[in-house]
């Protein structure tokens, strides 16, 4: 009887630890899908643009002349390690812009913040010449892939609200035209990056360059182009990018771009 009673105890328990592993196996799904505390879930987004910030700074550079097609814009702030810590859209709801492109943003974000040092920044526009085909760089735009399951994840309602689905994961991707910028503060240190998309790569770069000058984290240490800045550059070879619907009004635009800052 002794023995049976040990025995039921035994079963008691081995299921009571099942249920238990089970329950918090059942947490960790949850918390991957948004329902409960993940670490991701918290980055280290101090000194980064708020959703309301991004937003605002967004609108702004969007209504300044970017030449393209004029259209809405997505834009998508990371943190040094990638991690998605805003999303914003300057249109009237979430379908003003291509919806593509809020996946895109962050990709760009990604890759800015991905291949820049705190000694050396590199936009999107820079990297498109040398990942082309016999180019130095070439398989880039390969590696590092967006993680379908953090990218897609959510209800679209959320799409672009501080409660964005990408906050607080990261996504991955490597996107290799204009849009994508690091950012250093008034310190100089290298602290993410910023990408937006919408509209031609041209018109995406100089929305984001105004939207960087505008938050104020634009101190950057040095970059590839004649400026010493990471500031996109018309061409081919080297680390330049083609020019996207009128040559003539891109240049125009970039002539006028503000100076980053020292």
């Not at 999303?87 to 991905?114: E, L």
């Not at 399951?149 to 990261?170: K, L």
Request: aromatic share 6%.
């Amino acid at each position: 009887m002794n023995r049976h009673v040990f025995a039921c105890g035994a079963v008691v328990r081995t299921g009571l630890v099942a249920a238990l592993a089970l329950a918090a196996s059942g947490t960790v799904l949850a918390d991957r899908k948004g329902g409960g505390h993940d670490d991701r879930k918290s980055p280290h987004c101090a000194g980064l643009p708020t959703h309301a910030q991004l937003k605002q700074a967004l609108i702004a550079a969007r209504q300044a002349s970017n030449g393209g097609f004029n259209l809405d814009m997505w834009g998508a702030v990371v943190n040094r390690d990638g991690v998605v810590c805003a999303v914003a859209f300057t249109g009237a709801n979430r379908g003003s812009q291509w919806p593509g492109s809020r996946i895109i943003s962050a990709q760009k974000a990604y890759t800015a913040n991905a291949f820049s040092l705190p000694q050396l920044a590199l936009s999107t526009a820079n990297l498109y010449a040398p990942t082309q085909p016999g180019g130095s760089l070439f398989g880039l735009q390969h590696s590092n892939p967006v993680d379908p399951d953090e990218a897609y994840d959510g209800p679209a309602s959320n799409f672009g609200q501080p409660n964005d689905p990408m906050v607080g994961q990261r996504i991955g991707g490597v996107n290799v035209f204009g849009g994508g910028l690091a950012l250093y503060n008034a310190r100089h240190v290298l602290v993410g990056a910023i990408g937006v998309s919408g509209d031609s790569s041209c018109a995406d770069h100089a929305i984001a360059w105004r939207t960087r000058n505008t938050l104020q984290l634009d101190y950057v240490p040095a970059g590839v182009s004649p400026a010493n800045n990471d500031q996109i550059l018309y061409g081919t070879g080297g680390f330049t990018q083609v020019h996207c619907v009128d040559p003539a009004t891109e240049n125009a635009v970039v002539a006028a771009l503000p100076p980053t800052r020292q």
